[in-house]
Nanobody, 122 residues
Framework: QVQVVESGGGLVQTGGSLRLSCLLS????????IGWDRQAPGKQRELVAH???????YYGSSVRGRFTISRDNAKNTVFLQMNGLKPEDTGVYYC????????????????WGQGTEVTVSS
């Protein structure tokens, strides 16, 4: 079992910055990767950033060059630094912990929190 708590959202103006935090607890040693995604009302859920256990990162095309995902293993925390925010970045941001189980790691389970809301005004 893994517990996930997101925080750090808020209201900012276009061009501003926010730093989101994802606090992880429980069986954190079993986590293979952490992802951030977001969803706005009436919009499909969108992948924002992803970091694997070996440190490999991936960013969605809409945020590449503006957002940075990082991890502090000692504190069991993952961060999403968001710079140059735009109104289209508005939405609820979710942190997802990916866990692989089974003898051959053939089963995948995802754990997520309640999300944190980001609003960017023009």
């Amino acid at each position: 079992q893994v517990q996930v708590v997101e925080s750090g959202g808020g209201l900012v103006q276009t061009g501003g910055s926010l730093r989101l935090s994802c606090l992880l607890s429980g069986s954190t040693s079993s986590i293979s990767a952490i992802g951030w995604d977001r969803q706005a009302p009436g919009k499909q859920r969108e992948l924002v950033a992803h970091i694997s256990s070996d440190g490999t990162t991936y960013y969605g095309s809409s945020v590449r060059g503006r957002f940075t995902i990082s991890r502090d293993n000692a504190k069991n925390t993952v961060f999403l630094q968001m710079n140059g925010l735009k109104p289209e970045d508005t939405g609820v941001y979710y942190c997802t912990a990916e866990v692989l189980t089974g003898v051959m790691k053939e089963q995948r389970y995802d754990y997520w929190g309640q999300g944190t809301e980001v609003t960017v005004s023009s």
